[in-house]
């Protein structure tokens, strides 16, 4: 999905349904990642047959920066925690109408977010930043 404004990005956060996911893992080889991110697209390509939208996107947490995924549309959230277990994530980010949770693939329990903002783009760590048509970046930030 191409998003075209920053509006677009703002209606999913707080009033749609999405998720975000990765395969990247910080201990694994660039071959062994480019190789799970190339599965996990081949998956989201296969939900998309059933009017699920995704994107590139890139994360920013803790220091590291990795490819994700930000879906939206009518999917299963459990399909996307069982996703994040196969690629061995620590967590999956899922929201529904301005309600935002991690799900751990461990048994901690979920970490149920107080809202996100939009972050500038000098933001160095803690973000999700997805690209528009037009190349510009938008940066933004789940607030816990």
């Not at 404004?5 to 990765?22: C, D, K, W």
């Not at 991690?102 to 939009?118: H, T």
């Amino acid at each position: 999905m191409t998003w075209q404004n920053v509006y677009q990005i703002e209606n999913v956060l707080g009033h749609q349904h999405f998720a975000i996911i990765s395969a990247w893992k910080t201990d694994a080889t660039v071959s062994v990642n480019l190789a799970a991110g190339l599965r996990l697209r081949e998956e989201l390509t296969s939900m998309a047959r059933n009017g699920i939208h995704f994107t590139k996107c890139k994360g920013k947490y803790g220091g590291s920066v990795e490819p994700s995924y930000l879906i939206t549309g009518d999917f299963d959230d459990k399909r996307v925690v069982g996703m994040g277990a196969r690629y061995r994530q620590e967590s999956v980010m899922i929201g529904d109408n301005g309600h935002i949770f991690l799900r751990f693939m461990d048994e901690r329990p979920d970490a149920v977010a107080k809202g996100w903002e939009l972050v500038s783009p000098e933001a160095t760590d803690d973000f999700t930043e997805v690209t528009l048509a037009n190349g510009k970046q938008v940066r933004f930030t789940v607030v816990f």
